[in-house]
C-alpha cells in the first residue's frame, strides 16, 4: 500500500502560478509512475500529467501542454506539478497517482493504483 499525500493547492487569480507536491510513503519502489487528475466541479476526473519513474518521459493533456510541467525528485518520493498561467478554467481539484510501473503512463483514472487525497485549485479572475 502506497500512501500519496498532495500540497500547495489554494487560491491565485488569473495569470498567477501554483506549484503542487505529492509525497509518497509506505511500499514504495523504484518502478512506480506518477502523475495528476483533476476534477471540476460536474465533470469527469481528468488527466493532467504523467512521469515516469526515471523521469526522463513525460505526458500532458493538451489543455496544460506548455503551461504545467510535472517533475520528480526520487531521493524524496515527491511528485511536483508546476502550474503557470493559471486561468479558472484550470479550477479543480488536484488528485496525485501513482501506478506500479517502469515507463507506461496511462490517461484514465481506472488505470492508476494509488490516489492522493485531492488538493483544491481555485482560480479568480
Known amino acids: 500500500q502506497v500512501q500519496l499525500v498532495e500540497s500547495g493547492g489554494g487560491l491565485v487569480q488569473t495569470g498567477g502560478s501554483l506549484r503542487l507536491s505529492c509525497v509518497a510513503s509506505?511500499?514504495?519502489?523504484?518502478?512506480?509512475?506518477m502523475g495528476w487528475f483533476r476534477q471540476a466541479p460536474g465533470k469527469e476526473r481528468d488527466f493532467v500529467a504523467a512521469?515516469?519513474?526515471?523521469?526522463?518521459?513525460?505526458q500532458y493533456a493538451n489543455s496544460v501542454k506548455d503551461r504545467f510541467t510535472v517533475s520528480r525528485d526520487n531521493a524524496k518520493n515527491t511528485v511536483y506539478l508546476e502550474m503557470n498561467s493559471l486561468t479558472s478554467e484550470d479550477t479543480a481539484v488536484y488528485y496525485c497517482?501513482?501506478?506500479?510501473?517502469?515507463?507506461?503512463?496511462?490517461?484514465?483514472?481506472?488505470?492508476?493504483?494509488?490516489w492522493g487525497q485531492g488538493t483544491q485549485v481555485t482560480v479568480s479572475s
Open positions: 512521469i515516469t519513474s526515471s523521469g526522463r518521459s513525460t
Open positions: 509506505g511500499r514504495t519502489n523504484s518502478n512506480y509512475v
Open positions: 497517482v501513482g501506478k506500479r510501473s517502469w515507463s507506461v503512463i496511462n490517461y484514465l483514472p481506472s488505470q492508476y493504483d494509488d
